[in-house]
């Protein structure tokens, strides 16, 4: 499990250390787009780790890996919004991370299930869609300083 963690994660810093840009929703997307290909690329681990985690039921050491995976997919996860939002500045794009780490990390779970489970041609739709959310939630942050 943790190896799989480590190259999933691996994998995804490579990809999102590819983006650049001065607009901020294209850097998300391209970030997003990053969590796309990590689930099309790591079904397997995904799968593994979603089942782990619905199911505490195992050993105290299984419950300490699959919290670890956890806390690492936040802090990667709000890592890449910090990157997508640095052409905003560091401080707001701080705050951005922090506010809506939780969020992203929701919508890629989600997003992962509904790839499972539905046809291919709506992931395409369905990432745009979460762009869109949490660039609509940055941009509201940014202007009232609450998402």
């Known amino acids: 499990m ?11 810093a490579r990809l999102i250390d590819a983006t650049d840009g001065q607009d901020p929703q294209v850097r998300l997307r391209a970030v997003m ?3 796309g ?24 050491a299984q419950e ?12 990667r996860i709000t890592s890449g919004l910090r ?7 560091p401080d707001i794009a701080d705050r951005i991370a922090d506010q809506l780490g939780d969020i992203a990390l929701a919508l890629f779970d989600g997003y992962f299930i509904a790839v499972e489970s539905g046809p291919a041609p709506a992931q395409v739709r369905l990432l745009d869609q979460i762009v869109s959310t949490l660039h609509g939630l940055a941009e509201r942050l940014r ?5």
């Open 64 to 75: 300490d890996v699959v919290d670890r995976v956890r806390r690492e997919g936040r802090r």
């Open 143 to 147: 202007e009232t300083g609450r998402a």
């Open 33 to 35: 787009g990053v969590s």
């Open 2 to 12: 943790e190896r799989a963690a480590n190259r999933f994660f691996e994998d995804g």
């Open 83 to 89: 990157h997508a939002y640095q052409p905003w500045g």
């Open 37 to 60: 290909q990590l689930v099309r690329d790591h079904p397997r681990f995904l799968r593994l780790f979603m089942l782990l985690l619905l199911g505490y039921e195992g050993e105290h």
